[in-house]
């Protein structure tokens, strides 16, 4: 009576070529179940810093707007405003609410660099897209009319998107709003 636990000789390459292809399928399996995970992953942190940078762009621009009354659709003149350019800012001494109290009202410049960006920002990076390989942002600026009143606006927009179907942007030509899309 042959032995039910012993393989015939035969069989052992067909265990073997089977044990295999059980190997190279579980891990197509895996990998396919993971890309997508880890796609998102990547995507999720490279659109914190393109967000983050967007957020900094919107910052100078409200800044540069302040001073100059108007958005600017050039980095290189947004970048040297935010490095030399200055804010009137208005010391008050006395309170309003005595009406004995001397009130002196005192103006000051104070650097626009220091005062909306943190010590040793990047400055000349602002134009550029994080890892997009020195690609820039597109920045535009300009006025529309809303409601019979001209509104100054600006733009700014990812030109080199890690999801093609999900375009950052910060500002709007069309509509009245420095909101960003992501929020």
Do not use: C
């Amino acid at each position: 009576m042959p032995d039910r636990y012993h393989i015939q000789p035969y069989m052992k390459p067909i265990n073997i070529a089977l044990t295999v292809v059980i190997i190279v399928l579980s891990y197509l399996i895996f990998r396919s179940i993971n890309k997508p995970i880890q796609f998102n992953k990547e995507k999720e942190y490279r659109y914190s810093q393109v967000i983050q940078r967007l957020k900094d762009i919107r910052t100078a621009q409200l800044a540069y707007k302040s001073v100059n009354g108007a958005y600017t659709g050039n980095f290189d003149s947004l970048i040297a405003f935010v490095k030399s350019g200055q804010f009137p800012l208005i010391k008050q001494i006395g309170n309003v609410e005595d009406s004995t109290a001397v009130i002196v009202r005192d103006t000051i410049l104070v650097s626009v660099r220091d005062s909306i960006f943190p010590p040793n920002f990047p400055i000349d990076s602002l134009p550029f897209v994080p890892f997009g390989e020195g690609a820039k942002f597109k920045m535009q600026a300009g006025e529309i009319e809303k409601g019979k009143v001209k509104v100054k606006v600006f733009e700014a927009e990812d030109t080199a998107p890690f999801d093609k179907t999900e375009v950052l942007k910060v500002g709007s030509m069309t509509e009245p709003s420095n909101a960003g899309n992501w929020e």
